[in-house]
């Protein structure tokens, strides 16, 4: 077990890299910067978020991924069999230090796990952070504030968008039904 001055500095270091990385980013930047960071500061093979796809929830849609010092591109896949539903479905951390892959044979040539779920201000799971990595992951990977402190400001950058799209659509529709009144030959001057 590591000493208390040296999870203190673990939990500085962490938190100095994935402040600084992340400061200022916003929408798809901002999910890069927050895996590969974490990933980075965190020394795991991969981290990844997620959005949920549909309510109630049985796949997840990737934000970010980084696998081994590279992005993926995202993608989207079904929930159940993975360490992932817990977190999704139950809205916890799930933590397992060894054996995912063998708990879950979809996780294969993976040993550690460790998923955080993103909440929105209702409450609601609206994704999850999550690590893998090769190796086992020791206690030491449960510094679990630097996580939700991430996970908010993902939760916050998710309602951003979707709150954005939202608005987006409704300015669309006024707009198609304006286009479709000019096809029709409707000028507003009663001819």
Not at 57 to 70: G, M, N, P, Y
Not at 93 to 100: D, G
Request: hydrophobic content about 40%.
């Amino acid at each position: 077990m590591k000493s208390r001055p040296s999870c203190i500095k673990r939990f500085e270091t962490i938190l100095n890299e994935m402040a600084e990385g992340t400061a200022g980013a916003a929408g798809d930047a901002f999910y890069r910067t927050l895996v590969k960071h974490f990933a980075c500061a965190l020394q795991v093979a991969c981290a990844f978020i997620t959005q949920c796809a549909d309510y109630p929830t049985s796949r997840l849609r990737t934000l970010a991924f980084w696998s081994e010092h590279a992005f993926l591109d995202d993608f989207e896949y079904d929930l159940p069999g993975t360490p992932c539903e817990t977190v999704v479905k139950e809205g916890r951390v799930c933590f397992h230090p060894q054996n995912v892959g063998t708990t879950f044979p979809v996780e294969a040539g993976y040993e550690g796990y460790l998923g955080i779920p993103i909440f929105a201000s209702d409450g609601k799971v609206i994704g999850h952070l999550a690590f893998l990595d090769t190796r086992p992951m020791g206690d030491e990977m449960l510094v679990a504030s630097i996580y939700r402190v991430f996970a908010a400001r993902a939760g916050a950058e998710m309602e951003r968008e979707m709150a954005l799209e939202m608005l987006q659509q409704q300015a669309a529709k006024p707009a198609a039904g304006q286009l479709q009144g000019s096809q029709h030959g409707t000028t507003g001057s009663g001819s």
